[in-house]
Antibody
Framework: QLQLQESGPGRVKPSETMSLTCTVSGGSINSASYYWGWIRQSPGKGPEWIASIYFNGKTYSNPSLQSRVAISTDLSKNKFFLKLRSVTAADTAVYYC????????????????WGQGTLVTVSS | IVLTQSPATLSLSPGERATLSCGASQSVSSRYLAWYQQKPGLAPRLLIYDASFRASDIPDRFSGSGSGTHFTLTISRLEPEDFAVYYCHQYGGSPPWTFGQGTKVEIK
């Protein structure tokens, strides 16, 4: 059974860079069947997709965050990563990693499953 | 594409039928819409994909329908474990792929 586990700093100071890791077990991220994505959710709000990455390095990112976001993988360790630069209080949220299922055309579709999430608070 | 869910809160009793709506600001191509269930403190769980296909291990009391700009999630008979927040998610066309703001199904 595929499982995803996020890890991160918990608290980041304004203007700094937030770094998150997603460790995948029970399946390989080196697969043509899936992208691997990051989604965040601020308290009381709907989820917001951040970025997704394919095994060959192809990426998609939300235009609203694109200038501050970097997503990458370490296929040998079955992990993928998110960096978000120049954070502000508006970036405070629970951050989830998830498997991003592709369709017959190789385009990312829905998310299944999700990790349990990690709360990141931006505060000095 | 902006997704608008209604109502924001649905107050029902166990055994009743729940009908949740998701409206899109533009047509969602290929019926590329999913529904998720989220309980407090937990991650969202996929219920429905491609507008009407149930995900693995999802009971058949959950069903999805719709196309274009209007989609519906129906729970035929609410069980106690179904009281939660539900989100729709569109993944058609170019990014950004977006989520609705959620509908909370609460016990009346």
């Amino acid at each position: 059974q595929l499982q995803l586990q996020e890890s991160g700093p918990g608290r980041v100071k304004p203007s700094e860079t937030m770094s998150l890791t997603c460790t995948v077990s029970g399946g390989s991220i080196n697969s043509a069947s899936y992208y691997w994505g990051w989604i965040r959710q601020s308290p009381g709000k709907g989820p917001e997709w951040i970025a997704s990455i394919y095994f060959n390095g192809k990426t998609y990112s939300n235009p609203s965050l694109q200038s501050r976001v970097a997503i990458s993988t370490d296929l040998s360790k079955n992990k993928f990563f998110l960096k978000l630069r120049s954070v502000t209080a508006a970036d405070t949220a629970v951050y989830y990693c998830a498997r991003h299922v592709v369709d017959a055309y190789g385009d990312p579709n829905y998310f299944d499953p999700w990790g349990q999430g990690t709360l990141v608070t931006v505060s000095s | 594409i902006v997704l608008t869910q209604s109502p924001a809160t649905l107050s029902l009793s166990p055994g009743e039928r729940a009908t949740l709506s998701c409206g899109a600001s533009q047509s969602v191509s290929s019926r590329y819409l999913a529904w998720y269930q989220q309980k407090p403190g937990l991650a969202p769980r996929l219920l429905i994909y491609d507008a009407s296909f149930r995900a693995s291990d999802i009971p058949d009391r959950f069903s999805g329908s719709g196309s274009g700009t209007h989609f519906t999630l129906t729970i035929s008979r609410l069980e106690p474990e179904d009281f939660a927040v539900y989100y729709c998610h569109q993944y058609g066309g170019s990014p950004p792929w977006t989520f609705g703001q959620g509908t909370k199904v609460e016990i009346k």
